[in-house]
């Protein structure tokens, strides 16, 4: 395989698209391994410079160059991982993974593409709820990058074992400890239909200020997070129950004060878009379950709200 960014290089590769339809694959796991759309995008971009690093005669010999560059991926993600707990520890306030617009729109484009290509969207399923990615910050490097390559990917854990460089049965007791925490978190058991019901009257009930509205629909444990990455205003701790968590928003600049909220999918699932002057502000996922919020993630660090600036 010839390398198509060499100097001189006038003609298609024939390997390229192949090489290259491996990209969706690597952004969906990198995303869901680092709940960061950037950082993954920064992984698939350095995968694919180390691939072109490779001498031709190199590329030839590797019998299966996804497996080659999905081992590569996991391996920068797994180092992000273990650096990643450290660089948290210094964010100001709470760290929340980064959301994903709906599945019809622009997630991520390749460094100098210059075109919008389908392939580079993450797909949207349970394994990137919002509740499912909070869920997995709590897990360490190695249970993470276990379970999902196994549990979500479908990758045996032979060749996880390769990737995480530990034994077969070191990687199953990983993903079985990741189940573990999955499993505390039981399902909410809520249709789509119901979730959003409830999310459309939580954002009327804001915008009126009806505490007591806002209440009725917070469970009495409810849990409010937000992010502002220190670049924003934002509660540097989460807010803890339903009356607390109502009298904050109620609390919170409206439509009076220019802002507009919009009914959108977040990570798949019914969520608020606060705007601006036509700005996204800050995006709000929610944890519904019993036709009751029970968490609420409002990211408003404006360089985890990238993919919401068009559409």
Known sequence: MTNPFAPGHGQADPGLSAIMSERRQLTNLAYRLLGSLADAEDVVQETYARWYAMSPPKQEAIDSPGAWLTTVASRICLDMLASARARRERYVGEWIPEPLPDRTEWIGGWPGSGTVDPADRVTLDESVNMAFLVVLEAMTPAERVAFILHDVFRYPFAEVAEIVGRTPAACRQLASSARRRIRASPPDGVSAAQRADVVRAFKQAWEAKDIDALIGLLAPDVTATGDGGGLVTAAL???????????????????????????RMVNGQPGLVAQLGGVTVSVMAFDVAGNRIHHIWAVLNPDKLRAWTTG
């Open 237 to 263: 701790h989460p807010i803890e129950g339903a009356e607390q968590v109502a009298r904050f928003f109620a609390g919170r600049p409206g439509a009076a004060s220019g802002v507009t909220l919009v009914e």
